[in-house]
């Protein structure tokens, strides 16, 4: 079993910064691959971005690409998410998700075994 814990969370102002924090415990963190998916009312949960178990290989959503930066501690179990220049439409709740590494990093929630709680994003404009 593992267990993920989101932090870092909150209200921010248009154009500001936050990072989230992803706590990973009860298994090998550095076999897996760590994703962060965000959800509104109402829509699926969307991808945002995810790294390979070595942390080399990421990748990001459109939308986030160039202001968004994941990346992991393998030491800490840990995985953050860097958000600059946030915008309104950034508002949601993120979770952080682990997938058993398969030589991929799914975007999409379907292949993902573990998840955490989430924490509230918002941003104001």
Not at 32 to 48: C, D, H, L, S
Not at 56 to 72: A, E, L, N
Not at 75 to 85: C, F, I, R, S, Y
């Amino acid at each position: 079993q593992v267990q993920l814990t989101e932090s870092g969370g909150g209200l921010v102002q248009a154009g500001g910064s936050l990072r989230l924090s992803c706590a990973v415990s009860g298994r090998t963190f550095s076999n897996y691959a760590m994703a962060w998916f965000r959800q509104t009312p109402g829509k699926e949960r969307e991808f945002v971005g995810g790294t390979s178990p070595s942390g080399t290989i990421t990748y990001y959503s459109d939308s986030v690409k160039g202001r968004f930066t994941i990346s992991r501690d393998n030491a800490k179990n840990t995985v953050l998410l860097q958000m600059n220049t946030l915008k309104p439409e950034d508002t949601a709740v993120y979770y952080c998700a682990a997938d058993l590494w398969n030589y991929n990093v799914p975007m999409h929630p379907g292949p993902y075994d573990y998840w955490g709680q989430g924490t509230q994003v918002t941003v104001s404009s």
